[in-house]
């Protein structure tokens, strides 16, 4: 084995907490960015034996990546392995020209610039910072730059959101002409002061998702955008000089490819297990501080389980899979009624068979395949 060619670097730090947001996250700490860089590389030099000489893809997720000191940035940017995709996630409010062309300079070749809306009513129930001009200058600064590969973040139902609200998103971020949309449902954890400020109004938009989730397919396969993940959408190669736009780190996740996660959080899937370390800010820094592995949570993976994480997320692509090596984790019955139901198909014509889900499936997505789970 080779080891891994995709890494994720898990970047806390925020300039203020979200809402509905329950990743691994810090608010401020601009004295601790410096440090806390150290530790991640360190982290790296630990499991560098890990990954492949050569990497694929390497994805610097958060928190706000961009709100990191500028300085502890550039040089986390600069130490990294080389990789033929090299993605940065950046809120709005954080990206100037100054930040833009040091994204650039160190090599950064596609931008993901997290929007979530361009209404202020709703940007302001989300605790986003960022209002729509400002949205627009951050992309417009990335462009100067020289990034010919953007993705731009929307979320739907939001408390108070409407259809016509979501329209005119929509029509705002084709509007910028981004190479790549993610569009997700908007996902509030029990329990947390989002659930307790908006539930009622949480459990009426629940019952428009797929309302929602339609409309949001059909506008962007209508302007021309490949929906080639239930929430992932990207221009086709045709429109592009021929560029395939997916999502390269994000695509390994959906196929199954083994990965390397460093940072505080940051999960690891290599083989048959599966590690995530502590969540504990401090007591990541203090282990790194020490050249020792942070505390990690350990799951050893049965083939049973790959498989079956293999079929939920390979049904989410519009590429078919192929059966052969997951057979075990399907219900035979189950597909063949999927199948008459106009929910899945099954190809067996040449070569080996192969399953995906219809446009109606895809859109029915998650309740499909888990009937079709053995």
């Given at each position: 084995m080779s080891g891994p060619r995709h890494l994720y670097v898990h970047l806390p730090f925020c300039s203020s907490r979200c809402g509905y947001c329950d990743f691994v996250t810090a608010v401020g700490r601009p004295d601790e960015h410096a440090r806390y860089v150290e530790a991640l590389l360190e982290e790296l030099k630990l499991e560098r034996d890990l990954l492949a000489p050569e990497l694929e893809t390497v994805f610097l997720g958060g928190g706000t990546p961009t709100f990191t000191e500028p300085a502890a940035l550039e040089r986390l940017l600069d130490a990294l392995p080389p990789a033929a995709e090299l993605t940065v996630e950046a809120n709005p409010e954080t990206v100037t020209p100054e930040l833009a062309a040091l994204l650039r300079r160190a090599g950064v070749n596609r931008v993901s610039l997290g929007a979530q809306s361009f209404q202020p009513e709703l940007l302001a129930v989300l605790d986003r910072v960022a209002q729509p001009d400002t949205i627009r200058r951050a992309f417009y600064h990335l462009r100067d730059a020289g990034f010919g590969n953007i993705s731009l973040d929307l979320i739907y139902g939001i408390p108070g959101q409407s259809p016509s609200d979501l329209e005119a998103d929509l029509g705002e971020a084709l509007t910028l002409g981004?190479?790549?949309?993610?569009?997700?449902?908007?996902?509030?954890?029990?329990?947390?002061?989002?659930t307790h400020a908006h539930g009622a109004e949480l459990a009426r938009q629940a019952e428009a998702m797929e309302s929602y989730f339609e409309l949001v397919?059909?506008?962007?396969?209508?302007?021309?955008?490949?929906?080639?993940?239930?929430?992932?959408?990207?221009r086709v190669p045709e429109a592009v000089g021929g560029r395939d736009l997916r999502a390269r780190h994000n695509l390994a996740y959906w196929l199954g490819r083994d990965y390397l996660g460093v940072g505080v959080g940051a999960v690891s899937t290599i083989e048959n297990r599966r590690w995530r370390n502590t969540p504990r800010l401090r007591a990541y820094l203090d282990a790194l501080s020490r050249r020792q592995r942070p505390e990690r949570e350990l799951e050893v993976l049965s083939d049973a389980v790959r498989r079956e994480e293999r079929v939920m997320?390979?049904?989410?692509?519009?590429?078919?899979?192929?059966?052969?090596?997951?057979?075990?984790?399907?219900?035979?019955?189950?597909?063949?009624?999927?199948?008459?139901?106009?929910?899945?198909?099954?190809?067996?014509?040449?070569?080996?068979a192969?399953?995906?889900?219809?446009?109606?499936?895809?859109?029915?997505?998650?309740?499909?395949?888990?009937?079709?789970?053995?």
């Open positions: 981004p190479e790549h949309l993610s569009c997700y449902e908007l996902e509030a954890k029990p329990g947390t002061r989002f397919v059909d506008r962007l396969t209508d302007a021309g955008y490949r929906w080639y993940e239930t929430a992932n959408f990207c997320l390979g049904l989410r692509l519009d590429e078919p899979l192929v059966l052969g090596p997951v057979a075990a984790a399907v219900d035979d019955v189950a597909l063949e009624r999927m199948e008459s139901l106009g929910l899945a198909s099954v190809s067996r014509l040449a070569g080996p192969t399953i995906s889900l219809t446009r109606r499936g895809r859109l029915l997505g998650g309740g499909v395949t888990a009937e079709i789970l053995a």
